[in-house]
C-alpha cells in the first residue's frame, strides 16, 4: 500500500512504473488505463458497460470537454442529473478482471443537490453485487460499500475534506479480504470484508444527481 500511495500523491496515478500519458486504453499485462483521450465528446464512453443499480431512469454517461483535468481535457461524467436517491449509475471497464487489484481515478465533483459523490468500484460481478469506495464532496467523507443483491451496505468509512470544484485522487487496493482506502495518496483507513472474494471488474460510479468528471482511471492486478 505504502508504494501506491507514494506514486498516487508524487505523480497523479501511478500504479506500475512508468508516467502517466495520453491515449485512450493502454493495456499491458495485468494492467490498464484510460484517459478517455482518443474519444469523441457528446458519446458514450468506448470500452465500458454502462449501467445502475437501484431506480429511476438508465444512466447517461457521456465524454465532456474539461480542460482543468490531469489527463487531458476529455473526460467522463454522468450527465443524467435524475434525484432519485436510491440510483447509482456505474461505468465498469471492458476486457480486465483481477481479484486482488489496485484501482484509482482522478475526479472533479462539479454539482449535485442530493449528492456529490464519486466512486472507484472493484470485484464487479454484476449491477446488483459489487464493491465500491465512494467519496462525497456534499458530506466531506469517504465510505466503503459492499453491494448484495442490489443492496448497498456501508462496513467502513472516515470523515475526510473532498472539495467540491477540485481534482482529486481516489484510490483502492483490495488483497484478499483487506482494503484499503487513500485520498490524494495519503491513506485514509483500512478494513475487512468476505463477501466478494472472486475475481470482478472496475468502473466508477456516482450517486442520484452527482455531476462528477472522471480522469485517468486506472487498475492494476497486484500478487
Same mark, same amino acid.
Given at each position: 500500500?505504502a508504494? &501506491?500511495?507514494?506514486? +498516487?500523491?508524487?505523480?497523479?496515478?501511478l500504479?506500475?512504473?512508468?508516467?502517466?500519458?495520453?491515449?485512450?486504453?493502454?493495456?499491458?499485462?495485468?494492467?490498464?488505463?484510460?484517459? &478517455?483521450?482518443?474519444?469523441?465528446?457528446?458519446?458514450?464512453?468506448?470500452?465500458?458497460?454502462?449501467?445502475?443499480?437501484?431506480?429511476?431512469?438508465?444512466?447517461?454517461?457521456?465524454?465532456?470537454?474539461?480542460?482543468?483535468?490531469?489527463?487531458?481535457?476529455?473526460?467522463?461524467?454522468?450527465?443524467?442529473?435524475?434525484?432519485?436517491?436510491?440510483?447509482?449509475?456505474?461505468?465498469?471497464?471492458d476486457?480486465?478482471?483481477?481479484?486482488?487489484?489496485?484501482?484509482?481515478?482522478?475526479?472533479?465533483?462539479v454539482?449535485?443537490?442530493?449528492?456529490?459523490?464519486?466512486?472507484?468500484v472493484?470485484?464487479?460481478?454484476?449491477?446488483?453485487?459489487?464493491?465500491?469506495?465512494?467519496?462525497?464532496?456534499?458530506?466531506?467523507?469517504v465510505?466503503?460499500?459492499?453491494?448484495?443483491?442490489?443492496?448497498?451496505?456501508?462496513?467502513?468509512?472516515?470523515?475526510?475534506?473532498?472539495?467540491?470544484?477540485?481534482?482529486?485522487?481516489?484510490g483502492?487496493?483490495?488483497?484478499?479480504?483487506?482494503? $484499503? +482506502?487513500?485520498?490524494?495518496?495519503?491513506?485514509? &483507513?483500512?478494513?475487512?470484508?468476505?463477501?466478494?472474494?472472486?475475481?470482478?471488474?472496475?468502473?466508477?460510479?456516482?450517486?442520484?444527481?452527482?455531476?462528477?468528471?472522471?480522469d485517468a482511471? $486506472?487498475?492494476?492486478?497486484?500478487?
Open positions: 500500500m508504494h &501506491f500511495t507514494r506514486h +498516487i500523491g508524487r505523480r497523479g496515478l500504479l506500475a512504473a512508468g508516467s502517466l500519458v495520453a491515449g485512450s486504453v493502454h493495456a499491458q499485462g495485468r494492467h490498464i488505463r484510460q484517459d &478517455f483521450e482518443d474519444m469523441p465528446v457528446g458519446g458514450p464512453p468506448l470500452g465500458f458497460a454502462l449501467g445502475f443499480t437501484g431506480g429511476g431512469p438508465p444512466p447517461r454517461w457521456v465524454v465532456l470537454d474539461d480542460p482543468s483535468a490531469p489527463a487531458g481535457p476529455r473526460v467522463l461524467a454522468e450527465t443524467s442529473r435524475d434525484r432519485t436517491d436510491t440510483r447509482f449509475p456505474h461505468a465498469v471497464l476486457g480486465f478482471e483481477a481479484r486482488d487489484v489496485a484501482a484509482a481515478v482522478r475526479f472533479r465533483p454539482d449535485g443537490r442530493v449528492d456529490q459523490a464519486a466512486g472507484l472493484v470485484r464487479y460481478r454484476d449491477a446488483r453485487n459489487y464493491y465500491v469506495a465512494r467519496a462525497n464532496a456534499l458530506e466531506n467523507n465510505r466503503l460499500y459492499r453491494v448484495v443483491d442490489g443492496r448497498r451496505i456501508q462496513f467502513a468509512g472516515t470523515d475526510a475534506r473532498v472539495p467540491r470544484d477540485r481534482w482529486q485522487a481516489l483502492l487496493m483490495v488483497r484478499g479480504d483487506r482494503f $484499503e +482506502i487513500s485520498l490524494d495518496g495519503r491513506m485514509l &483507513f483500512a478494513a475487512a470484508d468476505r463477501t466478494f472474494t472472486g475475481a470482478g471488474r472496475v468502473g466508477v460510479w456516482t450517486k442520484a444527481d452527482s455531476l462528477t468528471h472522471f482511471l $486506472e487498475a492494476e492486478e497486484v500478487p
